[in-house]
């Protein structure tokens, strides 16, 4: 519930306090709500309330004007209807312009004194693309008067048509007033309560590091709507129109992991909504010359590319990897057999293809080759053999492969479905198995070093301090692309990502080995870069520098350190925050049936706990200074293994472990 309270002064000396309490349904998502509380302190009058319906709705040029905002503004919505509902309700319709989807808002409306009906005369106003009702109400000094307002929501992508759209909208606002504000906040409260039993992450010891952590929690509990698979998360999530709202990579490695592991509702919604866009991936394919499913850097319903420049449109291509790399996170974590034989096979079969027509073979470097391609550190540019892209290519086909196998022993009838729907052969599976088993890594073996890619090395070094003395992002200080592609630098983690998302590959001197050469030459111009570099350095034991990209993390909105936040929050960095206390501090690892962990707690913190969902099981953590309690919820049904560092425990269901030390 965002409360504002204030005590306004006109320049008669008039003074009146202000109370607005405001709350979008966590119960029932159709639904906001606002409270309003004015009390005259030394006045009497007439007092004026204008409640309005807007659909002059509108959005930022980012394109064009950079991070910096510009008087043009692009429109999205027609009006199509605006009409009063009685003496306390307005009713609007509006259609959007590049689909067919009609939304209707209703608002109904209610102003006491004290508890009673407040005599007020109503007017109702329309104007061009607006509605306005009034309210005229004469006040005393001292008394209390509250308007509760309810606004309702229908969009006829919900089935809603017609005059339906509009009764649907009303309904949803007249039962919330009926109920009022205090009734409709608890329902919200109780929806809340239960986000937070599993979702909630503690930290004691340090305030703001809790305060940050739970703001992050909050901005994820709302993003996603597991009762719909037709959406997915945008790059600043529900705050702001950057990108448009568009979704990128950033859902499936940085985001959906909280989901993963504490909704996994949620979490499967999302990738549902990969698969209903799978049809527009394996258009984009075919329109390339390549088959399967080649999946949009920037995207929305249904799921045609929306990125405006042909590097990142076409060439970015490692969002494959990502895509299924989280749906093989998600099927590892819930063993979700339903979900893999209805949707996810077909994902990882089609992927899987894509990545065998996008190598070829060359026969000079006598292996697979994966050439033209922009990898996570998009100042490196177009690039052949990124080891980020083709580690998750490999992996891809690898799994695609695995699975087809184990399905044709074990699961015939999965197999014989699949197979036949997408006309899988067995010469298919071969072609996927020397493809990743000759596809190109780069390793330097006397270095212990995995590159980047082909031309990395061969590119200048540069002092980062010159081209990034501040904070600010190296593009909006006017350094040319052309000057960033010829150096030897990183935008965001790219080996150093790799590593922390296939932790147990790499060895700790590769690790190591990787961190001394790339984290000096990192400017961390995107938010999804910081997260990473803290998981790393606690995962090498440098406590100092894991808690410094902790901040830039987890107090980057906060704090505006990028000073881009009016633009809205960093969806990716929310999720970072939460992926830094678990994967990072808590150490934690999945497991086939259960977790490991390896806890690196900061000297700033005295606890940690924190709520996991492994196969429907409920693990509780507590890591403290000198004690860990696990406990198994009773309701988990099976035991669960866990690994404390070195240490073996088996929970049974309602079981708690007290470990020292």
């Known amino acids: 519930v965002l ?98 989807y009609r939304v209707a808002e209703a608002v109904r409306f209610r102003l006491t004194c004290e508890g009673r009906q407040a005599g007020a005369a109503s007017l109702v106003r329309k104007e061009k693309k607006r509605i306005a009702a009034h309210k005229q109400v004469s006040v005393k000094a001292g008394m209390v008067y509250t308007l509760e307002k309810m606004i309702g929501l229908a969009t006829s992508r919900d089935g809603h048509q017609g005059i339906r759209l509009g009764q649907a909208a009303d309904g949803v606002a007249a039962r919330a007033l009926a109920r009022g504000f205090d009734r409709v906040c608890a329902d919200h409260a109780v929806a809340w309560v239960k986000r937070w039993r599993t979702g909630d992450v503690e930290i004691t010891g340090h305030f703001s590091d809790q305060q940050a952590m739970r703001f992050s929690i909050f901005h994820l509990c709302q993003f996603v709507n597991p009762e719909d698979t037709k959406v997915n998360i945008g790059s600043r999530g529900l705050t702001a129109e950057m990108h448009y709202g568009n979704c990128f990579w950033d859902t499936e490695l940085f985001i959906l992991p909280y989901y993963i592991y504490t909704w996994p509702e949620a979490a499967r919604a999302l990738l549902s909504y990969r698969y209903q866009t799978l049809p527009e991936a394996r258009n984009k394919a075919r329109r390339l010359f390549f088959k399967g499913a080649m999946y949009p850097w920037m995207s929305s319903y249904p799921g045609r590319e929306q990125a405006d420049y042909w590097e990142y449109a076409n060439i970015a291509i490692h969002i494959v990897g990502d895509v299924h790399y989280a749906l093989e996170h998600y099927y590892q974590a819930t063993a979700d057999e339903g979900f893999m034989e209805k949707y996810g096979a077909e994902i990882v079969f089609e992927t899987a293809r894509f990545w065998n027509s996008r190598a070829y073979y060359n026969p000079r470097r006598r292996a697979y080759m994966i050439n033209t391609v922009k990898g996570p550190n998009e100042y490196d540019g177009v690039v052949n053999n990124n080891t980020y892209t083709n580690w998750q290519a490999r992996f891809n086909l690898q799994k695609a492969a695995a699975l087809a196998r184990a399905w044709k022993r074990e699961k015939p009838g999965a197999w014989r479905r699949v197979s036949r729907k997408i006309r899988l052969t067995e010469a298919e599976l071969k072609s996927w198995e020397k493809t990743a088993q000759g596809l190109f890594i780069h390793y330097d073996r006397r270095k212990k070093l995995y590159l980047e890619d082909d031309q990395f090395l061969d590119k200048e070094p540069f002092d980062l301090k010159a081209l990034k003395p501040g904070r600010k992002i190296i593009t909006e200080r006017g350094v040319s692309w052309d000057t960033l592609l010829r150096l030897q630098i990183v935008k965001q983690a790219d080996v150093l990502l790799l590593m922390t998302l296939f932790p147990d590959s790499f060895t700790a001197g590769q690790k190591k080995a990787a961190w001394n050469f790339y984290e000096p030459k990192t400017c961390h111009d995107s938010s999804l870069s910081p997260n990473t570099h803290a998981i790393m350095a606690a995962q090498l034991d440098l406590p100092e520098k894991a808690m410094f990209y902790w901040d830039e993390t987890a107090r980057l909105d906060i704090d505006d350190s990028m000073e881009n936040s009016y633009l809205g929050v960093h969806s990716a960095c929310v999720g970072g925050t939460w992926q830094i206390a678990i994967l990072g501090f808590a150490g934690m690892r999945l497991l086939a049936d259960g977790f490991a962990f390896n806890p690196r707690l900061p000297k700033r913190w005295q606890g940690l706990r924190f709520t996991l969902n492994h196969s429907n099981r409920l693990l509780q953590v507590a890591l403290g200074k000198r004690e860990t309690i696990l406990s198994l919820a009773p309701e988990a049904g099976k035991p669960m293994t866990v690994f404390l560092g070195k240490r073996r425990l088996t929970l049974q269901p309602g079981e708690e472990r007290r470990i020292r030390g």
Request: charged share 25%.
């Open 3 to 100: 409360t504002r309270t204030f005590l306004w002064q006109d320049a008669s000396g008039r003074s009146t306090e202000f109370k607005y309490e405001r709350l979008v349904s966590m119960a029932e998502p159709q639904l906001a709500a606002l409270r309003v509380t004015i009390k005259p302190v030394n006045w009497s009058g007439s007092l004026r309330i204008e409640n309005f319906l807007d659909a002059e709705v509108d959005n930022i040029d980012f394109h064009k004007g950079g991070y910096q905002m510009r008087p043009e503004r692009y429109y999205f919505v027609d009006l199509e209807s605006a009409v009063s509902q009685a003496a306390d309700g307005l009713l609007m319709t509006v259609k959007t312009r590049t689909n067919p």
